[in-house]
């Protein structure tokens, strides 16, 4: 797959895909699978498990198969971009690392932010467990996960990012699709965009 070439169908603005993308692309929706009174309220593992539910059940219904998923981790001094590599690769059973692609992004302040961004086919890896891990990420789990996974579907045309407890991004280049996703999961939309995600659909 030549990664850039499929996103420009998502109509990215010219953003490359790392983090969340709700606001990049004009067919994304956002769920919110972790929804603070119950962070709040629950105990911990009720709470994660409720929220991995919802993103299991989310990544299932957008997408029959992921064949792709792009890891971007991000170049700090007190990251060991290796470590999590070898981390990634071998508990998730990736046989090869691939090359990585370089990516700078700007963010909010005009600090310029480097990534180092990894396209690994998808050969029968257990998902859900990473899925989980994810969930996991800012609650004592592998803090590296957090915001740095998108599941990509060549075959449905399909970007999942599960960005950490709190929610789900999923763009849909599908219009009837991504139609029937927000009313089958309304009850899930985020409350905050939902004006904007009225007007996608």
């Not at 090359?99 to 890896?125: A, C, H, K, N, S």
Request: one cysteine or more; a negative charge; glycine letters at 4%.
């Amino acid at each position: 797959m030549q990664l850039k070439d499929w996103l420009k169908e998502f109509q990215l603005q010219n953003k490359p895909l790392v983090g969340p993308f709700f606001y990049d692309t004009p067919l994304a929706l956002r769920f919110e699978i972790g929804p603070a009174e119950e962070a709040e309220t629950l105990p911990k593992k009720v709470y994660l498990d409720r929220a991995y539910a919802r993103a299991v059940e989310l990544m299932e219904q957008a997408a029959s198969e992921y064949d792709y998923l792009v890891l971007s981790l991000l170049h700090e001094e007190e990251r060991d971009i290796n470590t999590y590599l070898w981390h990634f690769t071998s508990k998730y059973n990736f046989d090869k690392c691939p090359e990585p692609e370089r990516i700078e992004v700007e963010d909010w302040t005009g600090d310029v932010l480097v990534f180092e961004r990894y396209l690994f086919p998808v050969t029968g890896q257990d998902l859900k467990a990473l899925l989980r891990e994810i969930i996991r990420a800012d609650h004592g789990g592998f803090h590296y996960l957090s915001a740095s996974v998108h599941f990509l579907s060549s075959q449905d045309k399909i970007i999942y990012h599960c960005y950490d407890d709190r929610g789900v991004d999923i763009a849909i280049l599908d219009n009837d699709k991504r139609h029937q996703l927000f009313t089958d999961y309304r009850d899930l939309l985020l409350d905050y965009d939902m004006e904007e995600m009225d007007r996608r659909v």
